[in-house]
């Protein structure tokens, strides 16, 4: 009897390593392709780890390429859209989990529509409406259209946060004295920081990895994201793997920084949800 | 919030004008910043785009604009390429989520049960997720390349390929690029979602049930798989729509080449409003791709409450 469980056992974890091998391998191949000089990176084509690693691919990224501008570009455009979104979510999702209104089934249904139809729609009409604003080839543009995108969800996200905290908190303020706005900005959105933080996190990532509205809207080095800026570095300078990988695992540091924050909230958050739905 | 009602023992005071119209207005206040961005950056452009399908709009020629009716879509019935993207969006679709639940339920199973290392396992199944699409194209379009990566070369040495050749220039086998860094991007997605699900089945089901002498495959298929249900249809419908309208890592890997065989429905739209400029006609093929969803959803809901009904 005892065979069995130990068996069952090893074949868990050999089945939760081949996991993890697929899921790091791309990402480990990135990185040794990126430390590899070169002329090692023909001749020891598929070895695991090359003989010699380096980092000149890196130091070349960093210092005689536009990729620093692009990542400063992806910095802001992100860092605003996520900080945006959270002001702006916060706000309605409050307003969802505590208020009953005319209009709130519109409102929820509205939000929802936007999250079912394809954003490739709207490529060329924002193209169009943007242009003559100025706001193409520009970063606000960008934000602008991003924080459209993400409020919807932020929205949802940050109400299930709101849904999670007693009514009575602020109602005592409110007897208290402060009106609901007081209650809401110095009691409820501190006990939601984790809710902040996590949508934050989302809402940055989502920023950071979106291509084809950046595609259509900026078009040169000087305002370009980083996933144009790899693009168009890939398609040019297509022979140089080796700098492109550099910058490739450049570009992933900022993602994996917020995954590895929030990652431990996410099963959390979500058990949370399904427990009250 | 109608605070003041609460008051015990005292007559409930009515409170003045100018505070019952503040109370009133106050959800709209806090929706509103959100409300008219949502309007005005996706409503209002997707009017237009409606209005596109029926114009002569192309970025470049300033003499465009005019009405022309139906003659997008008269373009569009005898589209070849249209049609293929069509077949592709399916086979696209179709394949991934199928793959991405079957491996993401998997997953979610093994993650079910506490071990030593959890967290640290669950970390890093879920990296994926966090990876930008635009570099898990990238990422994947390297390793499948057989001068930077080992893939052409594993599929060599086990004998599925005569020699080391970049599937994504092979017509024949180029969907699957795409489709494998999906599967690769997405089984995060599926295995967070079912993990929480799994997680709020209440324990001592399994315990009455164990004692009752079921076995592991009747606990899974009579407490796991009813509390799971929901879940598991709710994720794949959307995931099916959002799936289908994913064309990101198509748009890295293949730019729908070879020869169109990675077209995809929104990978399509892109290429004419991005590379041709043609806005009319993207958006007119926008708008078809737009009422097929709306058809599938319409038909899923229509389904459930036949399946509701039949009960």
Known sequence: MRAKPLLVTIAHRLAILAYIAF???????????????????????????????????FDFVLRHSAFPVFFRNSLIVS?????????LASLSGYALSRFRFRGKYWLVTLMLLTQ???????????FKILSPMGLTNSLTGLVIVYSAFNVPFATFLMQSFFDGIPRDLEEAAMIDGATQFVAFRQIILPLTLPGIAATLGFVFTAAWSELLFALMLISGNEQATFPVGLLSFVSKFSVDFGQMMAAGVLALIPACLFFLLIQRYLVQGLTAGAVKG | MEYTLRRKGLPAIRPPLMKRIADASAPYLYTAPAL?????VMLVPLVLGVSYAFRDVQLLNPFSGAFIGLGHFRALAEDEAFFRSLRNTLWWTGASVLLQFTFGLILALLLDKPFRGRALAQALVFLPWAVPSFLAGLNWAWLFNPVVGPVPHWLYAIGIMSQPANILSDPQLAMWGPIVANIWWGIPFFAITLLAALQAIPRDLYEAASIDGAGPVQRFLSITLPFLAPTIAITILLRTVWISNFADLIVVMTGGGPADRTQIVASYIFTQAFKRLDFG???AVALVLLALLLAYSLLIVILRQWLISKD
């Open chain 2, 36 to 40: 008219i961005l949502i309007v005005t």
């Open chain 1, 79 to 87: 860092g605003s859209t996520a900080v945006v979104v959270t002001v």
């Open chain 2, 281 to 283: 006609y993207a958006s």
């Open chain 1, 116 to 126: 079912m139809f394809p954003l490739v729609m709207l490529v060329a009409p924002i």
């Open chain 1, 23 to 57: 899921a790091l391998f791309p990402l480990f191949w990135l990185l040794k392709v990126a430390v590899t000089p070169n002329d090692l990176l023909y001749s020891e084509g598929i070895r695991l780890w090359p003989s010699r690693a380096s980092l000149e691919h």
